[in-house]
């Protein structure tokens, strides 16, 4: 590389700080180092030829870093994971298969049997029965607090207490989360918070507020295009891992499945970074879980991940436009959405977001349930699946899909009631979006059907 373009790439790691450039420049790829192909290949290969026996033995103990064994690191996926770390401002990013298999390496990598973890009330339901039931197998207890008032994730704290979790903008309730409010108390404890910013891409970055690690359902806003499941973690590098050796054993304690690395003090020697979190996740839990994301579908995330800012734009507005037109529709009883909150939770969006309040929007239809359901089978334009995210617009009635699994008490506290639909809103032109939402509220019923819920 020229002199030139070597200080542009120096600069645009270091002090670009604009998505739209990120998503497109972001990490260290400028071109393929073999064909100076442009755009990223697909390194469909599970393995790496050794330069010798030597250089072998260093990549396996960890003393050189470069490519073992693609359910551990893959030169397409690398590309991915720097980018979604550059967007996030953290230090390092790595690729699964899934959010969900993001959400279970989030906890896993700093809990084991007998730990526990405070999570927030306010989670997809998927999550609810991961943490609820799966881990509760594997001996890792969650405790949940609600966010309203972020002193409620202190009281549960304990001192087998290794993690906070949460998401950035949870629906149904669409209440933005106190980032720095329970980051802030959990590191009084030298507990670090885990953000779910699955559905706030671009505008919200949990690491500047204090987060330590930040995981993404990729699936969704950042592939943007509902074609390839995956999902990351990303080390904000700004977590002590060894400050209290005590609170954090798997950081601090000899790993014997790895020569009896101590990883909190190891990584930072090996690296000159910050960032044990995510060196163990990928040389412990990605080789002993499997779950990698398959470098197709890291190319698939990649073209997405391009035009993420663009896309949030767009989404953010006609999201907007959504609300206002359903908050004066006479067939409708209620719209969530993160600026009609009122008081301290409706100000969290001021605070934490910039440049919009996100693609999901929340609506009560007028009649209870069956007019609810009679809504989204009217709906044209709209897809009735099971996603959020995609460029199209969506929608879904949560309360018998997504969170079916859940009990009725459980359907509550997440905040599901009987009518409630779901709306992610697409990019599509909003005139053609209103449209669709006036034509199948007017066959919902309305509040003709009020008396048959
Ligand atoms: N986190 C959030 C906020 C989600 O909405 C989802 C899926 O809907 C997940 C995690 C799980 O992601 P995936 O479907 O990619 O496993």
Redesign the pocket.
Known sequence: MSKLLNKWREKMTKEIKNPETIALHGGEYRSDPATTAVAVPIYRTTSYQFKDTGTAANLFALKEFGNIYTRIMNPTNDVLEKRVAALEGGLACVSV???????TFAITNCCQAGDNFISSTD?????VNLFTHTLKKLGIEVRYADPTDPKNFEKQIDEKTRCIYA?T???PYLRVFPIKEVSDIGRKHNIPLIM?N??APVICKPIEHGAAVV??????FIGGHGTV???CLVDGGNFDWTADPKRQPLFNEPDPSYGGAVWGKVVPELTGANVAYAVRARVVLLRDLGSALAPDNAFGIIQGMETVALRMKQHCSNAQKVVDFLTKHKNVERVIYPNIHKGEVGDRAKRYFKGGNGGLVGVEVKGGVEAGKKFIESLKMFYHV????DARSLAIHPATT?HSQLTSEELLAAGVTPGYVRLSIGIEHPDDILADLDQALKASGGAKLKAVS
Do not use: C, R, V
Not at 97 to 103: D, E, H, L, R
Not at 123 to 127: C, I, K, N, R
Not at 386 to 389: D, E, K, S, V
């Open positions: 298969g899934s959010g969900q298999a993001a959400s989670l997809y339901g998927g999550t998401e903008l949870p629906n779910d699955t559905a995981i993404h359902s990729l699936t969704k499941i995956g999902g099971a996603n959020i995210g997504t």
